[in-house]
């Protein structure tokens, strides 16, 4: 089971020793008030979190990219033609972000079109009204990107894939609240920044030699598992862009 997983990882750091990771962080970590460490249970629901939110939700991120990726040979060319300039056959570093813009683009609409976070919840703290409606307080509010994120008020031609969508110039035309797959508010996600620099760079370092490349006659569908998942397994072949 998942627990079973987890509680080795902590007790096999225990034995090990303090590293310089963050669960070493978390293990030694202590409350301001209390000098309180974390118990194995408190480990646990910090580790499931990391797990869940820094390995899941970046891994459907770039299998839905590279499904649309090979569905779309004309964004595909771009992108090798920008890590091909940028990069120069080098490993991407933190320092080439600001450079791997389609990059970027590229998995913004992503995110839009299937961001792994397609349902979320909030629940008011106090009584509000929202086009008229009374929310009671401790009511839960889902709120869904998938809906919004193509919705024909706010994206032309919704099913596209247009990473073009997220030029600066095209950004500013639309509302604030129109595109928010790691949510919006105080309560963002922490691991925002995080996230999409991971994906940048695998993207990049992966896209430099490969083609990746759908299996003839494969078809899958967005479905809901507690993230947004295709249907079936995305079944790919490397094609090496330098052989």
């Known amino acids: 089971t998942i627990d079973t997983f987890l509680y080795g990882i902590i007790r096999e750091r225990q034995h090990q020793g303090p590293g310089d990771d963050l669960l070493s962080l978390l293990m030694t970590a202590r409350d301001e008030e209390t000098g309180a460490v974390m118990d194995e249970k408190q480990l646990r ?129 639309r509302p604030r609240y129109a595109y928010y797959p790691f949510g919006a508010g105080p309560r963002i996600c922490i691991g925002q920044h995080f996230a999409l620099m991971e994906a940048v760079l695998v993207l990049a370092e992966v896209s430099q030699y490969y083609r990746l490349k759908l299996i003839p006659g494969l078809w899958v569908e967005p479905q809901f598992m507690g993230t947004l998942r295709p249907s079936r397994d995305v079944l790919m072949t490397l094609e090496e862009r330098h052989a």
């Open 45 to 173: 629901d910090e580790v499931l979190i990391t797990f869940f939110a820094g390995h899941e939700t970046t891994a459907q991120l770039l299998t839905w990219t590279w499904y649309l990726l090979s569905k779309s040979p004309h964004v595909e060319e771009k992108l090798h033609a920008e890590v091909d300039t940028v990069l120069n056959g080098r490993k991407p570093t933190l320092d080439d972000m600001p450079s791997l813009v389609y990059t970027r683009q590229i998995l913004d609409e992503t995110l839009r079109l299937y961001s792994p976070v397609a349902i979320t919840a909030r629940d008011p703290l106090a009584d509000d009204e929202i086009a008229g409606r009374l929310i009671p307080a401790g009511s839960m509010i889902t709120i869904t990107p998938f809906i919004t994120h193509r919705h024909p008020e706010f994206w032309d031609n919704p099913e596209g894939f247009m990473p073009e969508r997220f030029e600066p110039a095209e950004v500013k035309k």
